[in-house]
């Protein structure tokens, strides 16, 4: 019964700045990584960001210097700050997380359903 449910899309004019955020429930036992992707119309699915349980990070190289990534463990939570942003950027947001659910012995996979970020120029 995990779910994860996004916030943060909308319209913004270039060179503006969103916040994204990710929020975990459900029978969880253990969050390990987290992070977003991005789809945009015609193209695959792309890591935009990840971070670790231990806080090792990664970005995807179009958006480093300008997202930031971040977690709240005792909010089951991931959250993507994007500043900057460019026309490129619009894309369908999706958040991910490796979760262990309740009792279980082994940790799946889980998606949102997806958040619109358009950029205009």
């Known amino acids: 019964q995990v779910q994860l449910v996004e916030s943060g899309g909308g319209l913004v004019q270039a060179g503006g700045s969103l916040r994204l955020s990710c929020a975990a429930s459900?029978?969880?036992?253990?969050?390990?990584?987290m992070g977003w992707y991005r789809q945009a119309p015609g193209k695959q699915r792309e890591l935009v960001a990840e971070?670790?349980?231990?806080?090792?990070?990664r970005y995807a190289d179009s958006v480093k210097g300008r997202f930031t990534i971040s977690r709240d463990n005792a909010k089951s939570t991931v959250a993507l700050q994007m500043n900057s942003l460019k026309p490129e950027d619009t894309a369908v947001y999706y958040c991910?997380?490796?979760?262990?659910?309740?009792?279980?012995?082994?940790?799946?996979?889980?998606w949102g359903q997806g958040t619109q970020v358009t950029v205009s120029s």
């Open positions: 991910k997380m490796i979760v262990r659910p309740g009792s279980a012995l082994h940790q799946y996979q889980y």
């Open positions: 971070i670790t349980s231990g806080g090792s990070i």
């Open positions: 459900g029978s969880i036992f253990s969050i390990n990584d």
